[in-house]
């Protein structure tokens, strides 16, 4: 993953946003766009949330060429009230929170070239679009965004926005959610990524673990290969409602003082669907994270 730009570029907004530039992408470019969201269309039925999928739909994110934000935003704002803002790249963390707490969610404009399909360092419009906006038609869901925006910009002024980040990384991007039995995807860096789509649900090497607050925020996780250690959630109710209920001012204090989990650790109180195997992870497409 990339470094969040430090200043903002010229020609950006004081909020950071920048046109799109729609009219500007190429018929390659469309054409790479097509490709990309055919093929996880296809691996994702089956293992994807029935939420995310259903995000697909209504969004009519199924046209052919890359998604204009305008109209998005349009469907958007008609369903749960968010809007696709552009920016430059990697945002500031402040400017990031401050933005989902207004239920806008920043994506890059441009798309990978055709030899980075499988994997590129920096977050870009396929993973950014197709990855997390389809979840944002999600009422649940999209509250869970805004109100994970506004933790990040308490979490700064306190000085534990690393300690939030995990938050993001193992929900909003890398997240599994059991069903009746089964486990699903709903995180961005899993639906956007044609290789972990398969590996996180059915490779025996990762863990699988259940959804623990404290446990989770605890746990280093790595940026540049798939991950060694899913959580999954029961619910997108339950996610927002622990999100809701929990203090996060006395929770930072309380796990200060306490032990930090690496990627691949699994310990006698988790709630275990799978214990990993050993094995090297392969390369993982981006996760935009705080």
Not at 181 to 200: D, F, K, N, T, W
Not at 238 to 266: N, S
Not at 284 to 289: E, R
Request: aromatic content about 12%; hydrophobic content about 40%.
């Amino acid at each position: 993953m990339g470094e969040p730009l430090q200043a903002r570029p010229a020609g950006a907004a004081p909020d950071w946003t920048i046109d799109q530039g729609w009219e500007h992408y190429t018929p390659a470019e469309h054409a790479l766009w097509d490709h990309l969201f055919a093929r996880q269309a296809a691996m994702l039925r089956g293992r994807a949330a029935p939420e995310f999928l259903a995000g697909l739909d209504v969004l009519r994110m199924d046209r052919p060429g890359i998604p204009n934000f305008a109209d998005l935003s349009d469907r958007l704002m008609g369903l749960t009230g968010w809007q696709v803002v552009a920016v430059p790249g990697l945002v500031p963390d402040e400017v990031f929170f401050a933005h989902l707490a207004e239920r806008r969610f920043v994506a890059g404009n441009f798309i990978r070239t055709p030899d980075q399909i499988d994997y590129l360092q920096e977050p870009d419009v396929f993973h950014d679009v197709f990855g997390h906006v389809p979840l944002l038609a999600n009422p649940v869901f999209a509250d869970y965004m805004q109100a994970y925006g506004a933790g990040g910009l308490r979490a700064g002024g306190l000085g534990v926005t690393a300690m939030l980040a995990r938050l993001y990384w193992y929900t909003v991007e890398f997240g599994l959610i059991a069903r009746d039995g089964a486990l699903q995807i709903y995180g961005a860096g899993i639906v956007s990524s044609y290789g972990e789509s398969r590996y996180a649900l059915e490779d025996p090497a990762p863990n699988r673990i259940g959804f623990d607050l404290r446990r989770l925020m605890r746990t280093h996780y790595k940026i540049d290969a798939y991950q060694q250690t899913y959580f999954v959630i029961d619910s997108f109710e339950d996610l927002l409602r622990q999100t809701l209920e929990t203090d996060f001012g006395p929770l930072y204090a309380e796990l200060a003082d306490t032990p930090e989990y690496a990627p691949d650790a699994v310990l006698p109180s988790d709630r275990v669907y799978n214990r990993g195997q050993a094995a090297h992870p392969s390369p993982s497409s981006p996760g935009a994270c705080a």
